[in-house]
């Protein structure tokens, strides 16, 4: 039989089999949370110091408060260690933002949520340890797959902060090559010289339904539609949206606190938001 774990959940020492987290947390809808992972050999724990100071140091980065003193800390991790039946053990820590409805920006400040488990840490036998490892090589893809609808939204969730900090409704991402790519949950289109132009469809952007939405209402209406990598300095830039299945168009009026064109809704962004209206109107009434 296997023996009865136990965790800690927000204040709590419970069966493991019993734990569980709202479906809101933002650990499950964002990744939003920060994590370590400790070892402790017949009751001693490894650099826990080092490990409680990057617990610390991660939660400031993505400012989530923490949820109590780290003496408190290291006291809930000593307490699940003790609760659970081995001797070596790897004892796990989570924080994440908290619970709340789904938005990348939280409207109001939450309570973290804050898990420890301990499993059994395992060694690897003499002979793993004389044989070796075998391993690979990739190119880094951390995490340079934004074409992949992902939950693993932390990068976007501190783009959104960072956007409320300073006074903006959304951020938009930059390359290296300058190129802008697409908001932290919008797609971002332009006017360049009266062509409605966006970055293509690679790993660099999700393909948005509404994009696609705004592209071919735009064909349809006979507007030159060009998807291409572009920069900000481009001669030509008249207008800027953004594009979500919750916003469907939205023009940009303000980027980096600069005028975008005359600092007003554009016009080509405000048809092109209409002619979307009507499709969605025509689907109302189907
Ligand atoms: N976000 N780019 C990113 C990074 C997004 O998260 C989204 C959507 C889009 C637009 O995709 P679509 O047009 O299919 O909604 C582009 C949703 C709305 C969200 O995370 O809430």
Redo the contacts with the bound molecule.
């Keep these: 039989m296997s023996p009865t774990l136990t965790a800690y959940v927000n204040g709590q020492f419970m069966p493991l089999d019993a734990a569980t987290i709202h479906i809101e947390d933002r650990g499950f809808q964002f990744a939003d949370g920060i994590y370590e992972v400790v070892a402790c050999l017949d009751g001693h724990f490894l650099d826990l110091d080092a490990h409680l100071a990057r617990l610390q140091r991660s939660c400031e980065a993505v400012q989530i408060p923490l949820p109590c003193s780290l003496d408190d800390m290291a006291d809930l991790i000593q307490q699940t260690y003790e609760r659970n039946p081995y001797s070596d053990a790897m004892v796990y820590v989570q924080i994440t933002r908290g619970v709340a409805p ?1 938005s ?1 920006l939280p409207h109001h400040q939450l309570t973290p949520t804050l898990i420890i488990t301990s499993r059994h840490l395992p060694q690897p036998s003499d002979e793993k340890v004389a044989t070796g490892v075998k391993g690979i090589t990739l190119q880094d893809i951390r995490w340079k797959h ?1 074409e992949i ?1 992902s939950i693993a ?1 932390l990068a ?1 969730v501190m783009g959104k902060q960072e956007a409320h900090a300073r006074g903006a409704d959304e951020a938009f991402w930059l390359n290296e090559q300058g190129h802008v790519l ?6 971002i289109l332009a006017i360049i010289d009266g062509v409605l132009v966006t970055h293509p469809l690679d790993r660099q ?2 393909g ?4 696609n939405m705004a592209i071919a209402v735009a064909k349809v209406h006979a507007m030159h539609v060009e998807e291409r990598p572009w920069t900000l300095d481009e001669v030509g830039i008249s207008e800027m949206m953004m ?4 916003n469907a168009v939205m023009p940009i009026t303000t980027l980096n606190e600069k005028a975008v064109g005359d600092g007003k809704a554009g016009v080509q962004s405000l048809q092109i938001r209409r002619w979307m209206i009507e499709e969605m109107e025509r689907l109302r009434a189907a």
């Design positions: 789904r990348h934004c609808k939204l976007s697409e908001g932290c949950s919008t797609n952007v999700l948005g339904i509404t994009r594009s979500s299945t919750t």
